[in-house]
């Protein structure tokens, strides 16, 4: 059974920084990209980042690019995403999830994930 488990997320003033990690087991095929999502209250989920396996590629939503970076240690399973120079508009639950594919497509979408996590909520206070 695949097992997705975030953690790391909290309480942070603007202009702060965290590191959200996400740890994953039982996969059974090697090789799945990577991804964080987020939602916000009311709002609809939206892309965040996306990992290749060998991390030769990675892609961030514009919304982030700059400010956050995304990472993996393919030894510990487990992939990071480093969050700086925070606002409040990137208070949301953060959602890690592992992709059906290898590549990170060129407009990658959730669909395309099909093992998700609990979440993590990460709240940036003004």
């Known amino acids: 059974q695949v097992q997705v488990v975030e953690s790391g997320g909290g309480l942070v003033q603007a202009g702060g920084s965290l590191t959200l990690s996400c740890t994953v087991s039982g996969l059974t095929f090697d090789d799945p990209a990577m991804g964080w999502f987020r939602q916000a209250p009311g709002k609809e989920r939206e892309k965040v980042g996306c990992i290749v396996w060998d991390s030769y590629f990675k892609d961030l939503a514009d919304a982030v690019k700059g400010r956050f970076s995304i990472s993996r240690d393919n030894s510990r399973n487990t992939m990071y995403l480093r969050a700086s120079s925070l606002k409040p508009d990137d208070t949301a639950m953060y959602y890690c999830?592992?992709?059906?594919?290898?590549?990170?497509?060129?407009?990658?979408?959730?669909?395309?994930?099909?093992?998700w996590g609990q979440g993590t909520q990460v709240t940036v206070s003004s």
């Open positions: 999830a592992v992709s059906r594919y290898r590549a990170c497509g060129t407009d990658w979408k959730s669909s395309e994930f099909n093992y």
